[in-house]
C-alpha cells in the first residue's frame, strides 16, 4: 500500500488548510487511518483518528473542535479538515494506518506510514 499526503501549504493564523491521504495499492476501507504531526525538534504526535466506517473519531486536546477527520471510502482517501490554524500547528503532517479496528492514538499501533506534507502557519 502507498499513502500520498498532500495539501500542506503556508497559510497565516486563522487560516485554514485541507490535508488529503490517498491511499493506493490496497483498499483501506477496512481500518483505522490517522494523521500524526511532527514539528521540528519535537517528538512526533497523534492529531486525529477515524474508524473505518468514519465514526469513533479521536483528537488530540490542543486541535479539538479546530479539526475535523473524515474519510470516503470509495475514494480510498482520508481527509484532515484544518480550522482555525495557530503558529503552533506547524509541523510535517504524516497519515498512517492501523490494519487494526480500534482506533488507536499511539504510533506504534499503526502498521504502515505515508510521506509527509509541511504545514506552516505564519503568525
Known amino acids: 500500500v502507498q499513502l500520498q499526503a498532500s495539501g500542506g501549504g503556508l497559510v497565516q493564523a486563522g487560516g485554514s488548510l485541507r490535508l488529503s491521504c490517498a491511499a493506493s495499492?490496497?483498499?483501506?476501507?477496512?481500518?483505522?487511518m490517522g494523521w500524526f504531526r511532527q514539528a521540528p525538534g519535537k517528538e512526533r504526535e497523534f492529531v486525529a483518528a477515524?474508524?473505518?466506517?468514519?465514526?469513533?473519531?479521536k483528537y488530540q486536546d490542543p486541535v479539538k473542535g479546530r479539526f475535523t477527520i473524515s474519510r470516503d471510502n470509495a475514494k480510498n482517501t482520508v481527509y484532515l479538515q484544518m480550522n482555525s490554524l495557530q503558529p503552533e500547528d506547524t509541523a510535517v503532517y504524516y497519515c498512517?494506518?492501523?490494519?487494526?479496528?480500534?482506533?488507536?492514538?499511539?504510533?506504534?499501533?499503526?502498521?504502515?506510514w505515508g510521506q509527509g506534507t509541511q504545514v506552516t502557519v505564519s503568525s
Open positions: 498512517a494506518i492501523d490494519w487494526g479496528d480500534t482506533v488507536e492514538t499511539t504510533g506504534y499501533e499503526y502498521d504502515y
Open positions: 495499492g490496497r483498499t483501506v476501507s477496512r481500518y483505522v
Open positions: 477515524i474508524s473505518w466506517s468514519g465514526g469513533s473519531p
